[in-house]
């Protein structure tokens, strides 16, 4: 049986672009390589692709867009044919590689948002994740929540900002739900641009941030209790690993928390009886339906001290390191990170 060729995305024009490095070196790294022949594409902060042929410390080091490992490249439009061409001189490609299926670890703008799979969709190429539409609603935050709730599930009390509103509907807002309430850019990741608000002064300044990242904005209640994360695998039938629990010190899950965990912990599985777990794991998938997530995706929700389910966010290309929270669960589940990798082509194949 001849391998897979699987074009892997990483990096991109986001401010995620780090956090792709180490999660696409880790998928590299563990596909089958008896089964899987990984072809990494690289996309700089500039935009520029780059067919990588070097080695794969380099992505990690953020040295490996050279000349010496690194030839520009494109996807032919082609439906029928799939194939990567390579350019080692301006003009007409040099070489071309066939392509089998694509693997996007692309996080954030222009890489989880829906518009890079927008364009695997129309040239015809399988991917593996979530597809055009539900990258899209899951990346905004307000119409994912509004999809929620359609579906029966709690959501925060929120207020949407356009860019050039006037800050008093977020004054007034903040005074009828009260504080600390949260800010954050309506289409961002890794908690880019995000404030925990305590002070009605310090409002300003975070609407202000989260407008550097994206044209929308949106103000959330905070929600008592703990978050609490639910990795889903599959597109018809739908499996789970397990759930996984934030323990916080203080503040909140911010990017500094997410990657180095100082002052929080992360505990697989969560500290939570068998039927809350049952109840979490089941609104998991009602969420991921509801955003027509297919292959896998994350789903982190909130648990009250009653013990109420508050969504909060979907995340359809989660951090894919082997420390990373989505492998984390299925790992705790039983799926050794090489497994579950296997697991996610073969679904993308069969979609």
């Known amino acids: 049986m001849s391998?897979?060729?699987?074009?892997?995305?990483?990096?991109?024009?986001?401010?995620?672009?780090?956090?792709?490095?180490?999660?696409?070196?880790?998928?590299?790294?563990?596909?089958?390589?008896?089964?899987?022949?990984?072809?990494?594409?690289?996309?700089?902060?500039d935009g520029r692709w780059l067919y990588f042929k070097g080695d794969v410390q380099k992505i990690r080091d953020n040295t490996w867009a050279n000349a010496e490992d690194a030839v520009p490249a494109l996807l032919s439009p082609e439906r029928v044919d799939h194939r990567l061409l390579l350019f080692a001189e301006p003009g007409a490609p040099s070489a071309s590689i066939p392509v089998d299926l694509a693997f996007p670890v692309i996080h954030g703008k222009n890489g989880e948002d829906g518009t890079l799979q927008g364009l695997l969709e129309l040239f015809g190429i399988p991917l593996v994740g979530c597809g055009t539409l539900s990258s899209a609603l899951c990346m905004d935050k307000d119409r994912a929540h509004r999809l929620?709730?359609?579906?029966?599930?709690?959501?925060?009390?929120?207020c949407l900002l356009n860019a050039g509103e006037p800050l008093s509907r977020a004054l007034s807002f903040a005074l009828e739900i009260g504080f600390p309430l949260y800010v954050k850019p309506v289409r961002s990741g890794s908690s880019y641009g995000i404030t925990r608000v305590e002070r009605l002064e310090e409002l300003s300044d975070a609407v202000s941030l989260a407008f550097h990242y994206d044209g929308q904005v949106i103000l959330e209640e905070n929600i008592r209790g703990f978050e609490v994360g639910c990795a889903v695998l599959g597109t018809e039938q739908l499996a789970t690993g397990e759930l996984d629990e934030i323990e916080l010190s203080e503040g909140f899950f911010n990017f500094t928390e997410k990657y180095t965990l100082k002052t929080s912990?992360?505990?697989?599985?969560?500290?939570?009886?068998?039927?809350?777990?049952k109840r979490l794991k089941e609104t998991a998938k009602t969420i991921y339906r509801a955003l027509d997530c297919s292959v896998f995706a994350r789903v982190d929700m909130f648990l009250t001290p009653e013990g109420e389910i508050v969504f909060n966010e979907v995340n359809t290309i989660p951090g894919f390191t082997a420390h990373s929270r989505y492998p984390g669960m299925m790992k705790a589940a039983g799926f050794s990170f090489s497994r579950l990798l296997d697991q996610l082509v073969q679904l993308a194949v069969k979609s």
């Open 265 to 277: 912990a992360i505990h697989v599985p969560a500290r939570v009886d068998r039927e809350t777990a």
């Open 3 to 45: 391998k897979l060729n699987i074009l892997v995305f990483f990096g991109g024009c986001s401010s995620e672009y780090e956090v792709s490095l180490e999660s696409a070196c880790a998928v590299i790294e563990n596909l089958d390589p008896a089964k899987y022949r990984p072809l990494p594409l690289g996309i700089t902060m």
């Open 148 to 158: 929620a709730a359609l579906a029966g599930v709690r959501v925060p009390r929120s």
